[in-house]
C-alpha cells in the first residue's frame, strides 16, 4: 500500500469538491489537475508554527514549495489556469444529495497507481501531477499549449522538483 501525502490528500479532496460543483459522478483526471493547481490555497494549513512543529520546514511545507516553485519555473499562474480549466470542463448530469465522498474513475484509479509508482511507494502532489503529465489528455494538454508550456516538457520538470522537494523532506516522516 502506498504512502499518501497530507497534501496530495488535501488536493484529491479540492478534486472531489470540484466534481461535485459541477455534478460528476466521479473523481476524472481533469479534478485531479485542478485539485494540484489549488495546493497554494492549503498551504496555509501546514506551516510548521500552526502544527506546533519548531522545525525550519515541515514535509507539508516543502511539499507545497516545491509545486509553487514548479509553478514559478514557467510562471504558471496557477489560479489562471484553474479557472480556464475550470470553464471548459462540461458540467455532469449527475446529481448529489449533499457531501458524500466520490470515488474516482477506473482511469483516476490506474493513475493513482501510476502515481505510487513513480513517487516510489508514496502518493504525493508532484507524483500525482506527472502522472496526469504523461497522459493529460486532449483538454489538459490543449489548455498547456494554449499557456504556452510543453507537457512533457513539464513532466521533467516535476520529477525533478520532486527530487528536489524530497531533499526538504525529515527523513523520519512517514506519510
Same mark, same amino acid.
Given at each position: 500500500?502506498?504512502?499518501?501525502?497530507?497534501?496530495?490528500?488535501?488536493?484529491?479532496?479540492?478534486?472531489?469538491?470540484?466534481?461535485?460543483?459541477?455534478?460528476?459522478?466521479?473523481?476524472?483526471?481533469?479534478?485531479?489537475?485542478?485539485?494540484? =493547481?489549488?495546493?497554494?490555497?492549503?498551504?496555509?494549513?501546514?506551516?510548521?508554527?500552526? =502544527? *506546533?512543529?519548531? /522545525?525550519?520546514?515541515?514535509?507539508?511545507?516543502?511539499?507545497?514549495? !516545491?509545486?509553487?516553485?514548479?509553478?514559478?519555473?514557467?510562471?504558471?499562474?496557477?489560479?489562471?489556469? /484553474?479557472?480556464? #480549466? /475550470? *470553464?471548459? #470542463?462540461?458540467? !455532469?448530469?449527475?446529481?448529489?444529495? !449533499?457531501?458524500?465522498?466520490?470515488?474516482?474513475?477506473?482511469?483516476?484509479?490506474? =493513475?493513482?497507481? /501510476?502515481?505510487?509508482?513513480? *513517487?516510489? !511507494?508514496?502518493?504525493?502532489?508532484?507524483?500525482?501531477?506527472?502522472?496526469?503529465?504523461?497522459?493529460? *489528455?486532449?483538454?489538459?494538454?490543449?489548455?498547456?499549449?494554449?499557456?504556452?508550456?510543453?507537457?512533457?516538457? #513539464?513532466?521533467?520538470?516535476?520529477?525533478?522538483?520532486?527530487?528536489?522537494?524530497?531533499?526538504?523532506?525529515?527523513?523520519?516522516?512517514?506519510?
Amino acid at each position: 500500500m502506498a504512502r499518501v501525502s497530507r497534501i496530495s490528500s488535501v488536493a484529491y479532496e479540492y478534486a472531489q469538491e470540484e466534481a461535485r460543483k459541477r455534478s460528476w459522478q466521479h473523481v476524472e483526471k481533469e479534478h485531479l489537475f485542478i485539485g494540484i =493547481l489549488s495546493i497554494e490555497k492549503a498551504k496555509i494549513l501546514f506551516t510548521p508554527a500552526r =502544527l *506546533g512543529m519548531d /522545525r525550519h520546514v515541515s514535509d507539508d511545507e516543502a511539499e507545497c514549495n !516545491g509545486i509553487k516553485e514548479l509553478f514559478g519555473r514557467f510562471d504558471i499562474d496557477a489560479a489562471a489556469l /484553474r479557472r480556464t #480549466l /475550470r *470553464g471548459r #470542463l462540461p458540467r !455532469g448530469a449527475f446529481h448529489h444529495s !449533499g457531501d458524500e465522498i466520490l470515488s474516482q474513475s477506473e482511469e483516476c484509479g490506474a =493513475l493513482n497507481l /501510476r502515481s505510487a509508482q513513480i *513517487g516510489r !511507494g508514496e502518493i504525493n502532489s508532484f507524483s500525482v501531477f506527472a502522472a496526469i503529465l504523461e497522459d493529460p *489528455g486532449e483538454l489538459i494538454r490543449s489548455l498547456l499549449c494554449e499557456f504556452i508550456i510543453e507537457p512533457r516538457f #513539464l513532466l521533467k520538470q516535476t520529477l525533478v522538483a520532486q527530487t528536489e522537494a524530497k531533499k526538504n523532506y525529515s527523513p523520519s516522516t512517514v506519510y
